[in-house]
């Protein structure tokens, strides 16, 4: 069991005593233990299990929370968490994940109006009967039913990191089995889309079918939903993400990932000018209507080609002008992972990073990388310890230092300064132009008019340091939608004063968004892509970056951070 799910079983616990109107301790002490938990680097679950080693050995685990955590190890969940889901039932766990109700508030709604469910919420807020209650008005109306619309969408979907991580592992597994030729992922993970419904695994090979008893004998799997002999659905994981596994002859492998990988929306134009040709498309090959010849089948490619198309990278597979590009020939060269000199956006010990600068640069260099900024918080981000202005020079000048002493690959100095909510810059330009590269951010006052949010962001831009807007849209996947604001004026500031889009390459951000980079990139932008690590391993979500900067049809030399140092370096000194 992983660290991140002990605390959702805590936070959801302390959440539940909040609309019982528990004291406040207890509730504070879960929270304390779940964010202490979250972040712990090694694995809760084998400090438990391990006799040798105490878990109250951890600051802010004492022996309550030592029985609890031994509690879920054994049977996934604890007693109080049990009292509390059977008086209130899953339904009010649903309404919190609802933006803008507090405990406090569905605590009311229970009482009042006896509200059981996310649809009883949206009856209320309809009926205009939320206003009625004590501190909430009609704008409170308006953003629940905001939140429960971004809820519906977003509900029993997962983030791409984690739907990669569960695709790599049972991929493993099936590669393992003998008879296997091929085990690969199709759908919307396969497309890159930021976050993933159902896996989508094809396996061929003479013993494709083992495939479909390991996935339904896992000792991961929670329910099997079906099973025949080509095809196996079952709930994986305490996280119950839906795994289909196909097994399909070989000849039919280039078929099955075209049809599976889709999207629907790109399949049906693709089958219709199949038909158009006299020729029928399926998961098993496409051939002729006249005799039922077949011309193609086993690779993508053939098939693509045989219908008039150049091949397509499946991150642009959402029929928005793939493919009449894939006809005239006009698809872009998409950037590669490969393609990336640098990472432009971390942070450190110095504020709420996890690792020392020398550490990151360490493990930058051992991925290839040929430079970094380091860019910690500003002051503003007091909780993170956010640098004032006497920090941004000292840090500055020690940046200068460091690479004379011999660093393992060349560091810049930068900074991830806040946007302030009127658009100011929370540090001195003077201390900003120490510093090689400044990223300003959004991180307070989400909640502003459009308007005022699109005369912020203008503002920003207007500051003469700043080099990059970080994670432009502030979204966080399946938490928080992107705030309001007019876009394509932002973006063509932005390409004006030429100052870069971050695609903030973070799995629970990727902002920009694919759709957004496209539009930006249409309005003349240039874009960096990094991963805002706060320790050394996220450095490898550079991946993710650069596959929704795929999904935005980028090519390497829109973005900045495919530059070699010299030229790279060269550009900054233009600015
Ligand atoms: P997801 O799972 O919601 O993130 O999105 P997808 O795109 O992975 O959708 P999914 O898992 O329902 O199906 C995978 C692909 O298989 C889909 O992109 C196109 C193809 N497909 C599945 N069912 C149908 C269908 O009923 N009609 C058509 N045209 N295509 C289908
Ligand atoms: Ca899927
Ligand atoms: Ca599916
Ligand atoms: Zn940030």
């Known amino acids: 069991m992983e660290n991140k799910e002990f605390a959702r079983l805590l936070q959801e616990t302390a959440d539940l005593m909040e609309v019982a109107g528990e004291d406040g301790f207890r509730i504070r002490s879960y ?40 509690e879920i190890c054994q049977r996934g969940s604890f007693d109080r968490r049990d009292e509390m889901l059977a008086r209130y039932p899953a339904s009010a766990l649903e309404l919190l994940k609802i933006q803008g109700l507090g405990p406090k508030s569905i605590a009311l709604l229970y009482e009042h109006y006896n509200i059981r469910s996310v649809d009883d919420l949206e009856r209320i807020c309809r009926e205009h009967k939320l206003r009625t209650l004590p501190r909430m008005g009609a704008k409170l109306e308006e953003k629940v039913l ?71 004998q896992h000792p991961k799997t929670q329910e099997v939903l079906g099973q025949g002999p080509n095809k196996a659905s079952v709930q994986f994981g305490l996280e119950r993400l839906q795994v289909d596994v196909r097994a399909l002859p070989h000849e039919s492998f280039g078929a099955a990932m075209q049809y599976f990988t889709g999207s629907k929306e790109h399949n049906v134009v693709l089958r219709t000018s199949a038909v158009r040709q006299g020729l029928t498309l399926n998961e098993y090959g496409l051939v002729t209507i006249e005799d039922n010849q077949r011309v193609a089948g086993e690779n993508e490619k053939e098939i693509y080609e045989r219908l008039g198309y150049a091949w397509i990278p499946p991150e642009l597979r959402e029929n928005s002008g793939e493919l009449e590009a894939a006809q005239n020939g006009t698809l872009p060269k998409l950037i590669e992972i490969g393609d990336i000199c640098g990472d432009l956006h971390m942070h450190t010990v110095a504020t709420d990073g996890r690792a020392t600068l020398r550490e990151m640069a360490e493990a930058a260099a051992a991925l290839g990388y040929q430079y970094i900024a380091v860019t910690d918080h500003s002051k503003a981000l007091a909780m993170a310890n956010g640098l004032d202005e006497e920090r941004v020079v000292e840090f500055a000048r020690e940046v200068r230092e460091l690479n004379r002493d011999g660093l393992p690959l060349r560091v810049f100095s930068g900074l991830e300064c806040d946007i302030l909510v009127d658009g100011r810059m929370d540090i001195s330009d003077d201390a900003l132009a120490e510093l090689d590269l400044v990223i300003g951010s959004v991180h307070s006052y989400f909640d502003m008019e459009p308007q005022e949010m699109t005369d912020r962001l203008l503002r920003a831009l207007e500051s003469p340091s700043l080099r990059v807007l970080g994670h432009p849209t502030g979204r966080r996947l399946l938490q928080r939608e992107s705030y309001p604001f007019d876009f394509e ?72 951070n495919t530059y070699p140092l010299p030229e790279f370096e060269a550009a900054l000194r233009r600015h």
Request: charged share 30%; with cysteine.
């Open 31 to 70: 929270r304390n233990a779940a964010s202490v938990i979250a972040s712990h680097s090694e694995r809760i679950q084998d400090v438990v299990c391990d006799p040798e080693r105490k878990v109250t050995d951890i600051p802010g685990i004492g022996k309550g929370l030592a029985a609890v955590l031994t």
């Open 489 to 560: 004026r932002v973006a063509g500031k932005a390409a004006e004063r030429k100052i870069c889009l971050e695609i903030n390459a973070s799995p629970e951000r990727l902002d920009l968004p694919g759709h957004l980079v496209r539009a930006a990139k249409r309005k003349g932008c240039r874009f960096t892509i990094s991963t805002d690590a706060h320790r050394t391993s996220h450095l490898h979500n550079m991946r993710y970056g650069v596959t929704t900067a795929r999904r935005g049809w980028l090519e390497a030399q829109d973005v900045l």
């Open 146 to 216: 905001r939140s429960i619309e971004s809820y519906r969408k977003t509900e029993g979907r997962f983030l791409l990191s984690f739907a990669q991580r569960i695709a790599d592992e049972l991929s493993g597994e099936f590669q393992a089995l003998t008879g296997i030729e091929r085990v690969q992922s199709a759908g919307s993970l396969r497309r890159g889309k930021e976050t993933v419904g159902d896996l989508d695994i094809i396996v061929t090979g003479p013993g494709a079918a083992a495939a479909l008893d390991r996935l339904v």
